[in-house]
């Protein structure tokens, strides 16, 4: 079976993505993370890569993690995306991994 060259530059991994395989499950079997990992159905957002090399085609996604703008840019969902080339992508990482901001109270 035929399979594609996934390069992360995140984490400088590479790996094979087979034909017709989403790139996060092709992760998951080499045991690679690189974005956390929810629902894997397209709807929660966790696993949100940029694809910056190669194309691919998608699986549906929700709109409210990868509305159509962000996905013509190549932000897409890990678990819904099947390469059709190799691939270049990078991790995008969640706005809740971002340090807490520290608050202080007067008395």
């Known amino acids: 079976m035929a399979g594609f060259q996934v390069f992360n530059r995140t984490t400088g991994a ?3 993505c087979q ?3 989403s790139v996060l499950k092709a992760m998951e079997q080499r045991g ?3 974005v956390p990992v ?3 159905g397209g709807g929660c957002g966790f696993c949100k ?3 910056l090399e190669g194309h691919f085609e998608c699986g549906k996604m929700s709109k409210r993690h990868a509305p ?3 996905v013509e840019k190549g932000e897409v969902l890990a678990c819904r ?3 059709l080339t190799d691939l270049i992508i990078e991790c995008v990482p969640l706005p809740e991994a971002a340090p807490a901001k520290q608050t202080t109270k007067n008395r």
């Open 81 to 83: 995306i099947y390469p």
């Open 49 to 51: 890569i940029q694809v």
């Open 68 to 70: 159509p703008e962000t």
């Open 38 to 40: 929810g629902c894997r």
């Open 14 to 16: 590479h790996f094979i």
């Open 32 to 34: 690679l993370k690189c």
């Open 19 to 21: 034909e017709g395989q």
